[in-house]
């Protein structure tokens, strides 16, 4: 999300906070040695189970700012690609940002999610939790509201960056489900192809014991 605003010396500025992996790839490149230290001082956060938010500015010049502006208005008075449009000029404005740091707060369970995560799991109901938070605090708000827990068997992480990463990644985990390296197990087929990776009814049911898995954003 940005904001635009002119400060008191006149200066038209853009600020912007979103997620690091979305932000990072809008700054310019002279903020190099600041993304190291940010990066890593969101790591520590993240793995204390705190929500984080990047911040950067931009400085706006007069006449391209008035350009712009005169081009948002023309965008959203269109008929035709009107979302489109203005999606693009936000694109056009929202770069060469500059690095300001980090935020990270944190953001307790409401009352009563233990409870009823805890219900749920013991119906047997699969639960699933889609957060655009930073894998660290995803996996810590699953501890903290007993979607992941201690007792479970293992943990599996997907982090692959492509297509066959990820494919791999998979294989493996459903590998260590059966305790051996191969396609086949107690009889039942992990079905392979290009599009998918999956166990047959049979496979599901000889698995025992508590398993989770954790999918990275980007994969």
């Not at 190099?32 to 931009?58: N, P």
Request: proline share 1%; glycine share 6%.
């Amino acid at each position: 999300m940005s904001v635009i605003v002119r400060n008191p010396e006149g200066q038209i500025k853009l600020y912007s906070k979103g997620a690091d992996t979305i932000l990072f790839e809008k700054l310019h490149p002279s903020n190099k040695d600041l993304l190291s230290l940010t990066s890593d001082h969101l790591s520590e956060f993240a793995g204390e189970g705190l929500r984080t938010l990047a911040i950067a500015y931009r400085v706006l010049d007069d006449k391209y700012f008035k350009v712009w502006q005169e081009m948002l208005e023309d965008a959203n008075a269109a008929t035709t690609e009107r979302d489109e449009r203005i999606s693009g000029l936000y694109e056009e404005i929202e770069r060469d940002l500059m690095l300001l740091g980090a935020t990270a707060v944190e953001d307790k369970l409401q009352e009563g999610v233990i409870e009823t995560v805890t219900s749920l799991s013991l119906a047997n109901i699969k639960i699933w939790i889609l957060t655009g938070d930073k894998q660290e605090t995803a996996i810590n708000i699953g501890y903290a509201c007993n979607v992941l827990t201690d007792a479970m068997e293992a943990v599996f992480v997907i982090t692959g960056n492509t297509a066959l990463e990820v494919r791999q990644e998979l294989r493996k985990a459903k590998e260590n489900l059966f305790g051996q390296n191969t396609s086949f197990s107690n009889g039942h087929v992990l079905n392979e192809s290009k599009q998918q990776l999956e166990l047959d009814s049979g496979a599901e049911e000889a698995v025992t014991g508590e398993y989770a898995l954790v999918i990275n954003g980007h994969s």
